[in-house]
């Protein structure tokens, strides 16, 4: 069979390349623009391979259900390496990948997930007591403390103290470093991982990854030495896990598995949190049907992540902008057809979900945001894949929208808030997601209680 690549642009490979990694948005709206909703590119560099992007859903559909062994790994999780090890779920492929996906799906779904909700309701309530009313602040930064905080005492088990302040530091350090395109340029280019000592940008991540290590491996060991049937963490539940063949997680991967649900789900849910909240308080009409709706079951959990309006409003901002751009890239390992176009191994074939988001055939008017396109339509998870889709979508997909809902509703309910800037807020790139600009600010205007006081009172 040979290949029939669908069109795409024709410039260089570099060119193409620096143009995706410059402004990703903008080249697949020049591209959508110029060849629709699929289309060839060559964005790996020198030599690199076809790359094709897929915005249609009948065509993101075929590549998620798949036969096992069509496709393999594409080339970009290598640079996720470094920071979550070789046993991480996103490593890894056929078997070994299904048995961490089957160990790990149980503590992030269902019941178990359930569990967490008062404590990130309290995580989320000790954050913003910082806030002062009147003075802007930056919510993204209050987001991302959220996030961090909830991934360290609901996911490693971790309980304040001195180990946890600890590595919070350390951890906030090192997220905060991938996040530049400088210091997260090395990830990309092993010819730049040279250990020349810890003044050294190789060296000194690697000397970050050994404490960061040392601690993670300690809490491990202490709950080995002491175990709990009590403790309903993730970490806790992982350790307590078995497979098909009775065998337990090693302590190398939960520290993979553990730096892979921190990796994935910090700055992500955090970046959905800020845009949630841009969106809804840049759409006065949202933000009221929100209030009314989460004013009965402020202090239920299960209640709150129960609403549907709630529920739409996550996901048509997961939808806007959603947490990654791509799902998983895929590498054809045996000749395959999709749609009318045909592919030969070695080909990159990459679900977009910025482009399956922006179809105007799916989604009329795809720039507003509009929550009650999911109130009134059901939309099928090749149409709307905010997490990936398939066998390798996004493990804690139901925690982080579980963890959106509530951060959102504690807030709200916590307090009056507007929006500090005037200007555009523009999406800018912030390591692997995309975040309102940097002057995109806040300000908490009043106690909740207290302006429905002023509100009655009047």
């Known amino acids: 069979m040979s290949a029939t690549l669908p069109n795409g642009p024709r410039t260089p490979a570099l060119a193409q390349t620096l143009q995706l990694v410059a402004d990703p948005i903008a080249f ?3 591209c959508a623009q110029q060849y629709g909703d699929t289309f060839t590119t060559r964005v790996l560099g020198w030599n690199s391979p076809p790359v094709v992007f897929f915005g249609n859903p009948d065509a993101i559909a075929q590549i998620f259900t798949a036969p096992a062994g069509q496709f393999e790994l ?3 999780t290598h640079v996720f390496r470094p920071l979550t090890g070789d046993r991480s779920l996103i490593m890894l492929d056929g078997e070994q990948h299904q048995r961490q996906r089957q160990l790990l799906m149980p503590p992030l779904h269902g019941d178990r997930m359930r569990t967490y909700g008062a404590l990130i309701c309290d995580i989320t309530r000790q954050v913003i007591a910082n806030w002062t009313i009147g003075e802007p ?7 991302s403390e959220i996030s961090l905080q909830v991934i360290l005492r609901v996911v490693f088990g971790m309980a304040p103290g001195p180990r946890y302040e600890q590595l919070k530091q350390l951890l906030n350090t090192l997220l905060e470093s991938v996040t530049s395109p400088l210091y997260s340029s090395q990830f990309f280019f092993p010819l730049l991982q040279q250990n020349l000592g810890t003044w050294s940008p ?3 991540f690697l000397q970050q990854m050994q404490q960061i290590d040392a601690l993670v491996y300690a809490e491990i060991q202490e709950r080995r030495q002491s175990p709990s049937n009590d403790r309903a963490d993730v970490l806790s539940l992982l350790m307590a896990a078995h497979d098909e063949s009775g065998d337990v997680m090693s302590d190398r991967e939960l520290r993979d598995q553990l730096m892979t649900l921190l990796l994935l789900g910090h700055e992500t849910t955090a970046s959905a949190l800020a845009w949630a909240f841009y969106w809804i308080h840049q759409t006065p009409a949202v933000l009221q049907q929100l209030q009314q ?3 009965a079951w402020s202090d239920d ?3 709150l992540a129960q609403l549907p309006y709630l529920t739409a409003v996550c996901k048509e901002s997961l939808r806007v902008y959603p947490i990654a751009l791509i799902s998983q890239p895929r590498k054809v390992k045996e000749p395959v057809t999709i749609g009318s176009c045909s592919f030969d191994p070695g080909t990159i074939v990459i679900p977009c979900i910025y482009l399956a988001h922006r179809r105007a055939q799916t989604y009329p008017q795809p720039e507003q945001f509009q929550p009650d396109r999911f109130l009134q339509n059901k939309f099928t998870p090749y149409e709307f894949l905010p997490f990936g889709g398939g066998v390798r979508s996004c493990i804690g997909a139901a925690f982080s929208l579980y963890e959106m809902k509530l951060v959102l509703a504690t807030v709200l309910s916590a307090y ?9 807020v523009m999406p800018a790139r912030r390591g692997i997601t995309f975040v309102p600009s940097k002057q995109f600010r ?3 205007v009043a106690p909740r209680g207290a302006a429905q006081d002023v509100a009655f009172c009047s």
């Open 416 to 424: 009056q808030l507007e929006l500090a800037n005037t200007g555009a």
């Open 442 to 444: 806040m300000r908490a």
């Open 28 to 30: 697949f709206d020049r």
């Open 293 to 295: 709706d989460i004013s």
């Open 74 to 76: 594409g080339k970009v």
């Open 301 to 303: 959990p299960d209640a």
């Open 202 to 204: 190789w060296g000194g």
């Open 137 to 143: 602040f930056s919510i993204r930064h209050s987001t």
